[in-house]
């Protein structure tokens, strides 16, 4: 199984930068993609970001596009998201997610961080 943990998260005013971590341990399964989600309160968790660990390729939500990029760190089991011209709208709690695979290639359904707060003041 694999566990991970979100941190970096807090309070910040529109136009200002966060950067949250998220360190994984327990590499006992196939992790194919890492990626962080989003939940605003009344709001269905939608996906922000996500990085490839095979290749490092990334992908994008439009709505943060051009603002936040994900990176990690292999030597630290580590994902970041670098979230920048925060807006108002950004408030929400941040998940990070592991694509897990069994070693014939099936889903394993993922795995959840218990989750970083994020709040941006006007």
């Known amino acids: 199984e694999v566990q991970l943990v979100e941190s970096g998260g807090g309070l910040v005013q529109a136009g200002g930068s966060l950067r949250l971590s998220c360190a994984a341990s327990?590499?006992?399964?196939?992790?194919?993609?890492i990626g962080w989600f989003r939940q605003a309160p009344g709001k269905e968790r939608e996906g922000v970001a996500k990085i490839s660990t095979s290749d490092g390729s990334a992908i994008y939500s439009d709505s943060v596009k051009g603002r936040f990029t994900i990176s990690s760190d292999n030597a630290k089991n580590t994902v970041y998201l670098q979230m920048n011209s925060l807006k108002p709208e950004d408030t929400a709690v941040y998940y990070c997610?592991?694509?897990?695979?069994?070693?014939?290639?099936?889903?394993?359904?993922?795995?959840w961080g218990p989750g970083t707060q994020v709040t941006v003041s006007s």
């Open positions: 997610h592991a694509e897990t695979f069994d070693q014939s290639g099936f889903s394993l359904g993922g795995a």
């Open positions: 327990g590499f006992t399964v196939d992790v194919r993609g």
